[in-house]
């Protein structure tokens, strides 16, 4: 079964700084990793994503790096904002089947950003 | 853009009544998920279809049922409700294997008394 798993249930950043948030997973055999952000009461919204024949994808402020040799995701922002506040998520898919993809979440991590 | 509309923001429903939440997306899309999510347990998927009346159980799916009658429409059935299945439901609509990811509804909170 593919388990991802976020460590840090929450992180607190000062306004200006980089935040770093960590996913690992324990199976390798699929072509992209995904990140998710939530705010309260909303579904959460995609937000960068990392095919498995790179090492890097950057979008803005927003970089996703993969180790897969570590089997490790993780996501950059600099520089935070207070807007970044939210609950982040990696999710990798599994179990195709007739095509479909299973997105398997990790925990989340609640990011704070102080002013 | 893609919408993903779910029926109901909140709902309060008593132990053991009949639960239906809908889910209407606009794109086409084969693929649709329901999730729960629960405070230290992530999203955890209850079931998926990837087709007009096709459907796979998810990770936790004791206690619920779908419904896909049409492309556009995904239903989540809770059959009794019971107060541990108080949570926030997410409904997810995805184009299959393109990378793009999940599109999600707004979430309805249900709380089950």
């Known amino acids: 079964d593919q388990q991802v798993k976020q460590n840090s249930p929450s992180l607190s950043v000062q306004e200006g700084r980089i935040s770093i948030l960590n996913c690992d997973y324990t199976n390798s055999m699929f072509d992209y990793f995904l990140w998710y952000k939530k705010y309260p009461a909303e579904g959460p919204t995609f937000l960068i994503s990392i095919s498995s024949i790179k090492d890097k994808n950057e979008d803005g402020r927003f970089t996703v790096f993969l180790n897969k040799s570590a089997k490790h995701l993780s996501l950059h922002i600099v520089p935070s904002q207070p807007g970044d506040s939210a609950v982040y998520f990696c999710a990798v898919p599994t179990a195709v089947i007739q095509g479909a993809q299973k997105l398997v979440f990790g925990q989340g991590t609640r990011l704070t950003i102080n002013p | 853009d893609v919408k993903v509309t779910q029926s109901s923001r909140y709902l309060v429903k008593r132990t053991g009544e009949k639960v239906f939440l809908e889910c209407v997306q606009d794109?086409?899309?084969?693929?649709m998920f329901w999730y729960r999510q629960d405070p230290g347990l992530g999203l955890r998927l209850i079931y998926f279809?990837?087709?007009?009346?096709?459907?796979e159980k998810g990770d936790i799916p004791e206690g619920y049922s779908v419904s896909r009658e049409k492309k556009e429409r995904f239903s989540l059935i809770l059959e009794s409700a019971s107060t541990n299945q108080t949570s926030m439901y997410l409904c997810a609509s995805i184009e299959g294997g393109t990378g793009r990811g999940a599109f999600f509804g707004q979430g309805t909170r249900l709380t089950v008394v």
């Open positions: 794109m086409d899309h084969e693929n």
């Open positions: 279809s990837y087709d007009v009346k096709m459907k």
